[in-house]
């Protein structure tokens, strides 16, 4: 096991994130890009939009990832041993594109409840402050949700654009991971990330997020997968486990679960982004 270590653990709990944390080689870490690009490139238009979400469900090498042991002894540090996995996006950001993530809450419109669930944000690329990582501001999952403003701006990889203001940049603290690291971050933790300046992407694959079997979606309908453990509530749909890559049948679940989601992140909202 390669659970947290007790520092972690603390750390995490006075943060709200944990980070560095070694899950995946830099081999593995490159194969998955692979898996990226190749996707890219047979399937043009594939990932964009809606379609950064639940890529496990329709490659393999995704699905085996979100089971990755490391990753789910890390995660089981902090929610617990019954772990679904309840979505994944991919958050890519271009050289010489306007990506940028505002500050945030996750729980804000993603209706997971009750808070038993965590995200882990897996750097399929290295992400630092040269290529836009994401910045914490550490402590502030302490605190209640905050106003959002919804901008629904150009460049924001947010659906709403949603935007706590006033965040003091000079006080949140970088996430610098390797590729093949991920770091770990609580619900509420208020977070976001700046442009890419470099001359290559960065990639970051984010299980979004392992939620403890006691979580329910009160948004909307979500499909699961087991982690690990047992699903001690049975409040959600499986999706199938994906043999290969975009298998004709896995689509159409796939598109099925991605209107569904669309439903959940736009909830209350009279306009739609672009994911
Ligand atoms: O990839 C980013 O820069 C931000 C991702 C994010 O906000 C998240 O994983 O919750």
Not at 239 to 256: C, F, G
């Amino acid at each position: 096991m390669t659970n947290l270590s007790d520092q972690q653990i603390k750390f995490y709990n006075e943060k709200g994130y944990v980070a560095p944390i070694d899950v995946l080689s830099i081999q593995e870490a490159n194969e998955i890009r692979k898996e990226i690009e190749t996707i890219e490139k047979k399937w043009p238009n594939a990932l964009e939009g809606l379609g950064r979400n639940y890529v496990h469900m329709i490659s393999p090498v995704f699905n085996d990832l979100c089971i990755n042991n490391k990753i789910l002894d890390a995660v089981e540090s902090i929610i617990g041993k019954n772990i679904l996995i309840c979505g994944t996006t991919l958050f890519i950001k271009n050289a010489n594109e306007k990506g940028f993530v505002s500050f945030h809450q996750d729980a804000k419109y993603i209706g997971l409840e009750p808070h038993n669930w965590v995200t882990a944000w897996i750097a399929v690329t290295n992400s630092n402050e040269e290529n836009g990582c994401m910045r914490m501001w550490a402590g502030s999952h302490k605190e209640n949700l905050k106003n959002h403003e919804q901008k629904f701006d150009d460049g924001n990889l947010l659906t709403r654009g949603q935007t706590i203001e006033n965040v003091p940049i000079e006080e949140t603290e970088p996430v610098v991971l390797k590729a093949g690291q991920m770091s770990l971050h609580h619900p509420t933790v208020i977070h976001g990330s700046g442009l890419n300046k470099s001359n290559d992407r960065r990639i970051g694959f984010v299980v979004q997020s392992y939620i403890g079997s006691n979580v329910d979606q009160v948004l909307g309908k979500i499909y699961v997968q087991k982690a690990r453990g047992e699903d001690t509530h049975k409040f959600h749909e499986y999706s199938n486990v994906p043999k290969e890559l975009m298998a004709k049948e896995d689509i159409v679940s796939w598109n099925n679960a991605k209107g569904e989601l669309s439903k959940i992140f736009y909830s209350g909202s009279n306009k739609k982004g672009k994911y």
